[in-house]
């Protein structure tokens, strides 16, 4: 019994010799002249190849008096609706700290929206809205509002 067990050592022997001359091999081709890895460095590219589109919109650009308007807004980056941010709305508000964003949003279901009272403006006075998206520390916007009458 012990002579088999030397042979089966001995004809491991090679081939582990073989598999630590070719990783040996892999390792010194790999090498530069100057003896370091040489290693593939990614840099940013100063221009986006992504493409963003950003919608605002009024569910009514002309509402009576006592109506309240819907605003919607969705962020689009190549052609998929993003979600799971915040989407942020301002437009004139004398009632409204100044720099606060009248309507913050979640945004599910392709958009986010915000309810706006339309008692609050002046007859045949456009109210200019914004409506701002911060992704991935990239700010999109667009403009939208309505008239009340």
């Keep these: 019994m012990p002579s088999s067990i030397e ?17 040996s091999s892999c390792t010194t081709s790999s090498l530069s002249k100057s003896g370091s890895l040489t290693t593939p460095v990614m840099t940013p590219s100063p221009t986006s190849e992504d493409i963003f589109q950003v919608y605002a919109w009024v569910d009514n650009p002309d509402p009576a008096r006592d109506d309240r308007v819907i605003l919607s807004g969705s962020l689009i980056k190549n052609g998929v609706y993003l979600g ?11 009632a ?5 964003p009248n ?6 279901y392709q958009r986010g929206q915000c309810i706006i009272d339309v008692s609050r403006y002046p ?8 409506v701002i998206f911060n992704y ?5 916007f667009a403009h939208t509002g309505f008239t009340p009458h």
Excluded: H
């Design 7 to 23: 042979v089966k050592t001995v004809k491991r022997a090679p081939l582990l010799i073989l598999f630590c001359l070719l990783l």
């Design 84 to 94: 799971g941010m915040v989407m942020q709305a301002t437009w004139p508000d004398e």
């Design 96 to 100: 409204q700290e100044r720099g606060v």
């Design 103 to 108: 309507c913050l949003s979640q945004v599910i």
């Design 123 to 130: 007859l045949n006075v456009y109210v200019p809205i914004t």
């Design 136 to 140: 991935r520390d990239q700010i999109f």
